[in-house]
């Protein structure tokens, strides 16, 4: 691990400033992904920005009767708070297939929205990745590419984004509330949150430097069953092969998004449209665009089957 130096922030404004005026400096709370990117070279930062002691780790109600989380609220927390079990039971459940209870202790809701990619091949500073170093190649490309995207890739990166929190957060429409720098505050969709690779898969998420994460807002609760699916390939302390969260009214009509199919949480309107039509409908919609490649194309009927499973459970 390269050495740096450290300051802790007294509000979100200066850490926003602190980040915004080093292009070298990154936010740490939990740091239970940044830690392991440090040690491995893969994240180099000169400074480190502690936002940890800000206050922003409450869960409380809203006037139109949903939830804002605050970005410091851990992962444990947020799982096992009443309202968050009892209205958004699949965020709940989503939460509690990642990880391990030591590093749902630790992790936050803000730094869980944050995680990076992965891919074995970000992960391998020894083999050229577009994500870690712009314009080195993407080794994933034609190289062992199981764990990785179907939908939603490019040219340039087909890694995935691991995380099983922000697929919940996805199909329940959320908003991800932000300050920066100049103090002033943006809400950003969910759906808008995460970027698709592009030309330029090492910018991941819509933030700007220094802005920085305050709260998740949940809207009001939306009632019928909630399920959270995850396939890996051990039962326990392992990133999805695919995921599927879901939420499924008594007609049958309801929302659908899909993790580690694509660089972000993968829900389309049209495909929630299709709920009704079964489980086939759903992922012909879904990914009807899709471009795996040899070793992952097994994600698609995967997805099939899981969500079949998830909309038998719904009509029991």
Request: glycine share 10%; hydrophobic share 40%; net charge positive.
């Amino acid at each position: 691990m390269k050495s740096f130096t450290y300051e802790r922030a007294t509000s979100p404004v200066t850490a926003a400033q602190a980040v915004a005026t080093n292009p070298n400096a990154k936010f740490i709370a939990g740091g239970t992904n940044l830690l392991d990117l440090m040690k491995l070279e893969i994240e180099m930062p000169s400074h480190l920005v502690d936002v940890g002691r800000l206050g922003l780790d409450r869960i409380e109600g809203t006037e139109d009767g949903g939830l804002r989380i605050g970005t410091l609220v851990s992962n444990t927390a947020l799982s096992a708070h009443p309202r968050v079990r009892e209205d958004y039971a699949v965020l709940t459940r989503a939460i509690q297939a990642g990880a391990s209870g030591q590093l749902r202790n630790k992790a936050t809701t803000g730094g869980n929205m944050l995680q990076r990619t992965r891919c074995v091949y970000f992960y391998d500073t020894n083999m050229p990745c577009n994500k870690r170093k712009p314009g080195s190649g993407c080794a994933a490309i034609g190289g062992v590419s199981r764990q990785l995207g179907v939908i939603g890739t490019s040219d340039k990166c087909i890694a995935t984004y691991p995380g099983d929190m922000a697929v919940a957060m996805r199909v329940l429409d959320a908003t991800v509330e932000t300050v920066k720098a100049d103090g002033t505050t943006r809400a950003i969709p969910a759906a808008d949150f995460h970027r698709l690779w592009g030309d330029t898969p090492e910018i991941e998420t819509a933030l700007e430097p220094g802005e920085i994460i305050t709260h998740v807002r949940l809207p009001a609760p939306l009632g019928g069953k909630h399920f959270y699916a995850k396939v890996r390939d051990r039962r326990s302390y392992a990133f999805a092969l695919i995921s599927v969260a879901a939420v499924i009214q008594p007609d049958g009509t309801g929302r659908v998004a899909f993790g580690g199919m694509a660089p972000k949480p993968w829900r389309l309107a049209e495909a929630d449209a299709q709920l009704p039509n079964g489980a086939t409908a759903v992922i012909r919609t879904a990914f009807a665009d899709a471009r795996p490649t040899e070793d992952n194309a097994f994600k698609i009927p995967l997805a099939e089957r899981t969500l079949a499973g998830v909309l038998a459970d719904a009509k029991a």
